[in-house]
C-alpha cells in the first residue's frame, strides 16, 4: 500500500518535468545541458526531463516604455520631456532578443537620452511644442536602426508630455494673456472708431438734411411773399406798401404764437402799429447800405506803384 502513492507521486512528477504549457503570444527558450536547443511557441510542449531545461520566457506582445528625460533647450530653458517607446519582440527573432541584449530596457533609455539631448538643444521652446512629431521621429529612427539586430521592433514612439520649469510656465501664461488683452483692446478700439465715425456721419447727414429744410422753407416763404405781393398789387396796392403789410402781418402772427406758448420766457417786443413799418423801413436802409458798400469795394480799384 505504501508504494501505490510512490508510484503516483513519481507518475505525477514525470508528467510536470516532461509536459509544460506556453501561454499564447509568449515564447519558451529550451536549452539542453546549458546550450540553446530550441524555441517552443504557444500551447502544449515537451521536454526531456534533467537533459532540457526552460531557460527562459519572452512576451511577444506590444510593450511600452516611458523616458523622463531633463535638458535644456536653446534659448536656455531647463524642460522636462516624457517619451513613450512602444515595442515588441519580433518573432523570427526571439533567439537574438534573449541572448544578445540582457536589459533591453535601459538600452532603449540609453538611446532615447542621446537622442532627445541631441535635437531639442537645437531648437526654442516654442519649437519644441510645435516640433514634437519631428522628436519622436528621430528617436523612432535611431532606436529602429539599432534594435532591430537584437531582435526588437520599435512600433511608434511619442512624445506624451513637455514641461517647462514652472517660472517658464507662468511667464508664457503672463505673455499669453497680455496678447490676448491686447488683441481685445484693439478690437474695443476699433469698434469705438466705428461708432465715432458713424456718429459723425448720422450727425453730417442730419446737418445736411437740417439745411436743406431751412433752405426749402425760406424758399416757399420767399415764394409765398412773392405771391402775396403779386396778389396786393393786383389790387391797387404798390409794393412797399404790400411788404408794410406783410410784415406788420408777421409781425402780429408771432406775438399770437409766443402768446399761445404758456412756458415761453419773457420777450419784450414793440406793439405799436408803426412798428412794423419802422422795422421795414430799418430792413431797407440795411440792405441798402449793404449794396452801396459792396458796389464800392468793386468799383475800388489798386493803385499801381511807381517804381
Known amino acids: 500500500m505504501i508504494i501505490l502513492p510512490i508510484v503516483i507521486g513519481l507518475a505525477i512528477f514525470f508528467l510536470m518535468a516532461v509536459f509544460f504549457i506556453v501561454k499564447q503570444q509568449s515564447a519558451a527558450i529550451i536549452e539542453r545541458f546549458g546550450k540553446f536547443q530550441s524555441i517552443r511557441q504557444s500551447g502544449l510542449q515537451l521536454k526531456i526531463p534533467v537533459f532540457d531545461r526552460i531557460a527562459g520566457r519572452l512576451s511577444l506582445k506590444i510593450q511600452q516604455l516611458d523616458v523622463i528625460i531633463e535638458t535644456?533647450?536653446?534659448?536656455?530653458?531647463?524642460?522636462?520631456?516624457?517619451?513613450?517607446?512602444?515595442?515588441?519582440?519580433i518573432r523570427e527573432k526571439v533567439y537574438d532578443a534573449f541572448y544578445k541584449l540582457d536589459y533591453p530596457h535601459d538600452q532603449i533609455t540609453s538611446f532615447v537620452f542621446d537622442v532627445v539631448r541631441a535635437e531639442v538643444p537645437k531648437m526654442k521652446l516654442d519649437d519644441v511644442f510645435v516640433k514634437k512629431d519631428d522628436i519622436a521621429i528621430a528617436v523612432k529612427r535611431e532606436l529602429q536602426e539599432y534594435m532591430t539586430d537584437y531582435g526588437y521592433h520599435i512600433i511608434k514612439t511619442l512624445?506624451?508630455?513637455?514641461?517647462?520649469?514652472?517660472?517658464?510656465?507662468?511667464a508664457m501664461n503672463r505673455?499669453?494673456?497680455?496678447?490676448?488683452?491686447?488683441?481685445?483692446?484693439?478690437?474695443?478700439?476699433?469698434?469705438?472708431?466705428?461708432?465715432?465715425?458713424?456718429r459723425a456721419k448720422?450727425?453730417?447727414?442730419?446737418?445736411r438734411l437740417q439745411g436743406q429744410g431751412i433752405a426749402d422753407q425760406r424758399?416757399?416763404?420767399?415764394?409765398?411773399?412773392?405771391?402775396?405781393?403779386?396778389?396786393?398789387?393786383?389790387?391797387?396796392?404798390?409794393?412797399?406798401?404790400?411788404?408794410?403789410?406783410?410784415?406788420?402781418?408777421?409781425?402780429?402772427d408771432t406775438l399770437q404764437s409766443i402768446g399761445q406758448e404758456t412756458n415761453s420766457n419773457l420777450i419784450l417786443l414793440p406793439n405799436s402799429p408803426q412798428a412794423g413799418s419802422q422795422m421795414l423801413n430799418d430792413m431797407v436802409a440795411s440792405f441798402t447800405a449793404s449794396n452801396q458798400i459792396g458796389e464800392a469795394m468793386k468799383n475800388a480799384k489798386p493803385k499801381k506803384i511807381d517804381k
Open 175 to 198: 505673455i499669453n494673456a497680455a496678447d490676448r488683452e491686447k488683441t481685445a483692446a484693439q478690437f474695443e478700439g476699433d469698434a469705438q472708431r466705428i461708432l465715432i465715425v458713424e
Open 219 to 252: 424758399r416757399e416763404i420767399a415764394r409765398g411773399l412773392e405771391e402775396s405781393v403779386e396778389v396786393l398789387n393786383k389790387v391797387g396796392i404798390n409794393s412797399q406798401e404790400a411788404s408794410a403789410l406783410i410784415v406788420v402781418t408777421q409781425h402780429y
Open 159 to 170: 512624445v506624451t508630455d513637455i514641461d517647462p520649469d514652472a517660472q517658464v510656465k507662468a
Open 72 to 89: 535644456k533647450t536653446l534659448d536656455d530653458v531647463f524642460v522636462k520631456l516624457k517619451v513613450s517607446v512602444q515595442y515588441k519582440v
Open 202 to 207: 448720422a450727425e453730417a447727414e442730419s446737418k
